[in-house]
Antibody
Framework: QVQLQESGPGLVKPSGTLSLTCTVSGGSITSYNWWTWVRQSPGKGLEWIGEIYHSGGTSYNPSLKSRVTISVDKSKNQFFLNLSSLTAADTAEYFC?????????????WGQGTLVTVSS | DVQMTQSPSSLSASVGDRVTITCRASQSIGGYLNWYQRKPGKAPELLISATSHLQTGVPSRFSGSGSGTEFSLTITSLQPEDCAAYYCQQSYTTPYTFGQGTKLQI
């Protein structure tokens, strides 16, 4: 059973850039075609951030598009999230997940999440 | 964006009860509706995809129904381990959007 684990700093400064890594274990990342990021701000619902296709193509939430970059390193079985120009509103729990499309789009499995606080 | 409205936001029930959570989309999404369960400290888990397709390993007391803009998740014979937050998600179009969640207390 493939497992995902997020890693990265728990505290980042306003105006800075958040960099998170999702490590895939128990299987090859290349067994899947799409890799995605989702976040949940305190007391709020889940928000899809964006995703990357195995060819390198990306799709981002328009609300975050100007600040987001998602990339992948298949040799390391990892994919990454960069989010720039941070504000307190970016404080959230960040999740990585596999997106499958057979027969319909769904996110499975997910990582446990990593809490990121934006504060000086 | 497609807005997903879930109700209720919280729910208290007893072991053995039947509960229903509803999810309404701001526009028709066909059957492109997924349900996830999130327990504290654990990864969200996909329960149901495409409105009613139960994922492997998910107990049969969970079921989903609906189409267009109205969907529901039903749990029959509630068990203590069903205490969790439940989220609907539309996968009809990007940006994929989620409901605000329903916190179920047993």
């Amino acid at each position: 059973q493939v497992q995902l684990q997020e890693s990265g700093p728990g505290l980042v400064k306003p105006s800075g850039t958040l960099s998170l890594t999702c490590t895939v274990s128990g299987g090859s990342i290349t067994s899947y075609n799409w890799w995605t990021w989702v976040r949940q701000s305190p007391g709020k619902g889940l928000e899809w951030i964006g995703e990357i296709y195995h060819s390198g193509g990306t799709s981002y939430n328009p609300s975050l598009k100007s600040r987001v970059t998602i990339s992948v390193d298949k040799s390391k079985n990892q994919f990454f999230l960069n989010l720039s120009s941070l504000t307190a509103a970016d404080t959230a729990e960040y999740f990585c997940a596999i997106r499958t499309s057979s027969p319909t789009i769904k996110f499975d499995p997910w990582g446990q999440g990593t809490l990121v606080t934006v504060s000086s | 964006d497609v807005q997903m409205t879930q109700s209720p936001s919280s729910l208290s029930a007893s072991v053995g009860d039947r509960v229903t959570i509803t999810c309404r989309a701001s526009q028709s999404i066909g059957g492109y509706l997924n349900w996830y369960q999130r327990k504290p400290g654990k990864a969200p888990e996909l329960l149901i995809s495409a409105t009613s397709h139960l994922q492997t390993g998910v107990p049969s007391r969970f079921s989903g129904s609906g189409s267009g803009t109205e969907f529901s998740l039903t749990i029959t014979s509630l068990q203590p381990e069903d205490c969790a937050a439940y989220y609907c998600q539309q996968s009809y179009t990007t940006p994929y959007t989620f409901g605000q969640g329903t916190k179920l207390q047993i």
